[in-house]
């Protein structure tokens, strides 16, 4: 009897202490992202306070000067900013999402090939972003003699943000219930007719959300523009994609880099904006996530 109650003692105890356990480790999690957050609603204000003056249509409508920033503007940087997300997107998305679906519905996971794929893929998300600047410079800009134009931004965000929409694809990919697809096979579609009618509908919210979330860490880099000699100051608005360029992290590099209080408020103006835009992508991506989760 004695050996028979000792387990039962442990069980009771552990009982009384995993509670005790979750609450606080609940408690240290919700403290983390009220912490997180707090920080962020300071920041945002601080922008929104800093950059109030100037958020009027002259900031969207004026193109930039380092003469009069009372009337400067940011058309070209936003302008700038659309061409090479607009590309990105059309150039990086489908081909992530391709490669995604032959990684999971048609790789061999024995063969060797396909094994080192996925670690590359794996490795090649991590890469620093000012290492694709480099590479954008010394193999687009120079050897394919793209030159310092839309195209070759272009390229080289795509470049850095192709990893991360296969592991993202791949995820949403992996997440469509088996019985799916063995349902569809035992009905008599193909394999392609299932991925393409039953598996990629299903998986299409985690892949929205996933490029939406890449392109959104595209439009915020300044590293390999700044490598891919984006210029600072551009006057005009790009006319195709070997046109000159510049975009909005550039600019905002470029007004914190003045000396004049002026340039400062711009900046902050030009933040606002671009926060603005990724907001709006996000959103994109939950409207996407929502109405694909109904239907499925």
Do not use: C
Not at 11 to 16: R, T
Not at 137 to 163: D, E, K, N
Request: charged share 15%; hydrophobic share 55%; proline share 5%.
């Amino acid at each position: 009897m004695a050996i028979l109650s000792t387990p039962k003692s442990a069980v009771q105890l552990a009982g009384k202490g995993r509670p005790l356990r979750e609450h606080v480790f609940r408690i240290a999690l919700l403290s983390s992202l009220v912490i997180a957050l707090g920080f962020l609603a300071l920041l945002l204000v601080y922008v929104v306070q800093d950059g109030w003056p100037r958020l009027d249509s002259a900031l969207w409508e004026n193109q930039p000067s380092i003469r009069r920033p009372e009337t400067a503007g940011i058309q070209s940087g936003i302008f700038g900013t659309l061409w090479i997300i607009a590309l990105t997107a059309l150039m990086a998305l489908p081909t992530g999402i391709l490669a995604a679906v032959y990684l999971e519905e048609y790789a061999d996971k024995t063969k060797w090939y396909n094994r080192l794929i996925e670690l590359n893929i794996s490795n090649l998300a991590a890469v620093p972003s000012i290492v694709y600047g480099i590479l954008g410079l010394g193999l687009i800009a120079r050897w394919m003699q793209f030159g310092f134009t839309v195209m070759t931004g272009a390229i080289t965000i795509s470049l850095l943000v192709l990893p991360i929409v296969i592991i993202a694809a791949r995820e949403a990919i992996k997440a469509v219930p088996p019985s799916i697809r063995e349902g569809s096979l035992a009905l008599g579609a193909t394999q392609w007719q299932t991925i393409w009618r039953q598996v990629l509908p299903a998986a299409v919210p985690g892949m929205a959300t996933g490029s939406i979330l890449a392109l959104s860490r595209a439009i915020g880099e300044a590293a390999p523009f700044l490598m891919l000699g984006a210029a600072t100051l551009v006057r005009f608005n790009p006319e195709g994609v070997w046109s000159s360029f510049t975009v909005l992290p550039i600019q905002i590099y470029s007004f914190i880099s003045q000396s004049r209080e002026e340039f400062h408020v711009l900046a902050a103006a030009a933040i606002v904006i671009l926060l603005a835009i990724l907001l709006l992508m996000n959103s994109v991506a939950i409207w996407l996530r929502n109405r694909y989760q109904k239907r499925w």
